[in-house]
Structures are given as structure tokens and as C-alpha cells.
Nanobody, 125 residues
Framework: QVQLVESGGGLVQPGGSLRLSCAAS????????IGWFRRAPGKEREGVSF????????NYADSVKGRFTISRDNAKNTAYLQMDSLLPEDTAVYYC??????????????????WGQGTQVTVSS
């Protein structure tokens, strides 16, 4: 059974940082585009960032551009989302997802094959 497991969420003050991890088991992460999504209370799921399988190109939602950084460590079969300068509006459950190959639509959730269970991020003083 394919699994993606997120970790690294928690409570942080505004302006703080967190790094989320997305570890893959039973498949090799480097052959997949990895996306990060979030769902805030009362809102629809939002694409945050994605990184392509082929060349590691990255893309970000405007709301996080310049503050979040997506990366992957193929040796560890893990992807990351470094979140800096966090704002209260970043509070949400964050999910990682995997899509085999590349995509031009990585900020949209519909084509992803596998999803993690989510990790809560709360930004509050």
C-alpha cells in the first residue's frame, strides 16, 4: 500500500518557521511530482507549492511566494516544505501529494495519485 506520511506541524508564533516533511514508503519519490496543499477551517483545499519530478522545478501560490520553499531529498525519499515568516492565515491542515511524472497543473489537486494524512499547522500568539 502506497503511503505518504507528513510530519513537522505544530504551533508557532507569527513570524516563526516550521519545516514539514513528506516521507514516501513503497514507491520512489523522485519519479513523482510532489505537491503541498492546505485546508483552513471553512475554506476549500488550496494548492501551496509543487516540485517536478524531471528537473526539480518549483512553483508556488502567490500567497506563500517568497516565504515558503519546497525541496526534495531523493536519497531520503522525502520532500520538504520550509515555511518562514508564518502568518495567522497560514493556519491549516497541510497535506502532501504525489503525482507520477510531471504536470503543469501541480497547484490543482485533481490529478494527484496519492495523498498523506495531513499535519496541523497553527500560527498564533
Amino acid at each position: 500500500q502506497v503511503q505518504l506520511v507528513e510530519s513537522g506541524g505544530g504551533l508557532v508564533q507569527p513570524g516563526g518557521s516550521l519545516r514539514l516533511s513528506c516521507a514516501a514508503s513503497t514507491f520512489t519519490l523522485k519519479y513523482y511530482t510532489i505537491g503541498w496543499f492546505r485546508r483552513a477551517p471553512g475554506k476549500e483545499r488550496e494548492g501551496v507549492s509543487f516540485i517536478l519530478s524531471s528537473d526539480g522545478s518549483t512553483n508556488y501560490a502567490d500567497s506563500v511566494k517568497g516565504r515558503f520553499t519546497i525541496s526534495r531529498d531523493n536519497a531520503k525519499n522525502t520532500a520538504y516544505l520550509q515555511m518562514d515568516s508564518l502568518l495567522p492565515e497560514d493556519t491549516a491542515v497541510y497535506y502532501c501529494a504525489a503525482l507520477e511524472g510531471d504536470t503543469n497543473w501541480g497547484l490543482f489537486p485533481i490529478d494527484y495519485d496519492y495523498w498523506g494524512q495531513g499535519t496541523q499547522v497553527t500560527v498564533s500568539s
